[in-house]
């Protein structure tokens, strides 16, 4: 049913250590952003629109992360070019990887310089550790 391979690393455990400290600091985001715009509403109001916010945070976060379960299985070659095949996911790394130079790259006067590093995967592999 399930494989519980990866726990029996280090590396599985230091993933799962990361994805948890990612969804707190998250989470946190979501209870700081949600606070600042329900106190805009009457008080009757508040608790229900912050528990609707933080229950769709939730599904939304649950379901990107399927999302992204998903996309790591698209290996199987769609189309060669020059005898290097290429996957989905392939595909869906490199149409990412524009958005991330303009993330990393695009300047806006209103937060008074470069906008920052919005994903990892922006940056060199060499500079993650990853060889090639």
Known sequence: MFDLAPFSTADGWISLL??????????????????IMTGKLPRERQPF????????????RVLLLLA????????????????QGFSGRDLILIMG????????THDDSATAGPVTVRCLRCLPPDLLGTGS
Do not use: H, K, Y
């Open 49 to 60: 629109a912050r528990r609707l916010g933080l229950g769709l945070a939730l599904v939304m």
């Open 18 to 35: 990361t994805l948890t400290v990612l969804e707190v600091v998250l989470g946190i985001d979501n209870l700081v952003f949600l606070s």
């Open 97 to 104: 990887r524009p958005g991330c130079s303009v993330a990393l």
């Open 68 to 83: 992204m379960s998903w996309l790591i299985t698209l290996q199987a070659n769609l189309f060669t070019i020059f005898g």
